[in-house]
T-cell receptor
Framework: KAGVTQTPRYLIKTRGQQVTLSCSPI?????VSWYQQTPGQGLQFLFE???????NKGNFPGRFSGRQFSNSRSEMNVSTLELGDSALYLC?????????????FGPGTRLTVT | AQSVTQLDSQVPVFEEAPVELRCNYS??????LFWYVQYPNQGLQLLLK??????LVKGINGFEAEFNKSQTSFHLRKPSVHISDTAEYFC????????????FGSGTQLTVLP
């Protein structure tokens, strides 16, 4: 089975721009979660989608948003980029229904804001 | 809410020596506990998980961890490390029933010296 894929792997943007990151979960998985990893704040939960609905949301400003499509692929969007948004963005998938808590992570998208 | 404290930010150890990476958590509800490993420029890989049952759990690559409810700890151990174990290790917790929102510790960099 193919793992979680994320595109693009690397991205450079300028302050004020917006960016969209994509995540394809493992086949059959219906839940997709997003995390931000920075040296200063560590790994922080952004949000989780299940069957196209956002089920959980972390403590991030409204500039961070996401969505999930009917095929379970997910995108996250960051508008009006700030320097502090530079981070590794990780996507994780899980079956989503009565599973025992295991999430499978993708390789991440490295976003650099200049 | 849950929180995780990884007591050591860096652990250097010689090859073939034993190692213990310490993790304490705080939660007012039942939790699942995990250890993940991250190699440079990669995503997170699950090493092992505690969901219920036996408090000693075995994972991949010879790692094991022991859940201690009274001390709210979940320390990771390996009896003999290899150079290839050099990586960053993250302890994570999630409350049961919301298994797709992980709270991570700040990470422990394990460096195995020849």
């Amino acid at each position: 089975k193919a793992g979680v894929t994320q595109t693009p792997r690397y991205l450079i943007k300028t302050r004020g721009q917006q960016v969209t990151l994509s995540c394809s979960p493992i086949s059959g998985h219906r839940s997709v979660s997003w995390y931000q990893q920075t040296p200063g704040q560590g790994l922080q939960f952004l949000f989780e989608y299940f069957s196209e609905t956002q089920r959980n949301k972390g403590n991030f400003p409204g500039r961070f948003s996401g969505r999930q499509f009917s095929n379970s692929r997910s995108e996250m969007n960051v508008s009006t980029l700030e320097l502090g948004d530079s981070a590794l963005y990780l996507c994780a998938s899980s079956p989503g229904v009565m599973e025992r808590g295991e999430q499978y992570f993708g390789p991440g998208t490295r976003l650099t804001v200049t | 809410a849950q929180s995780v404290t990884q007591l050591d930010s860096q652990v250097p150890v010689f090859e073939e020596a034993p190692v213990e990476l310490r993790c304490n958590y705080s939660s007012s509800v039942s939790v699942y506990l995990f250890w993940y490993v991250q190699y440079p420029n990669q995503g997170l890989q699950l090493l092992l998980k505690y969901l219920s049952g036996s408090t000693l759990v075995k994972g991949i690559n010879g790692f094991e961890a022991e859940f201690n409810k009274s001390q709210t700890s979940f320390h990771l151990r390996k009896p003999s490390v290899h150079i290839s174990d050099t990586a960053e290790y993250f302890c994570a917790v999630t409350r049961t029933g919301s298994a797709r929102q992980l709270t991570f510790g700040s990470g422990t960099q394990l460096t195995v010296l020849p």
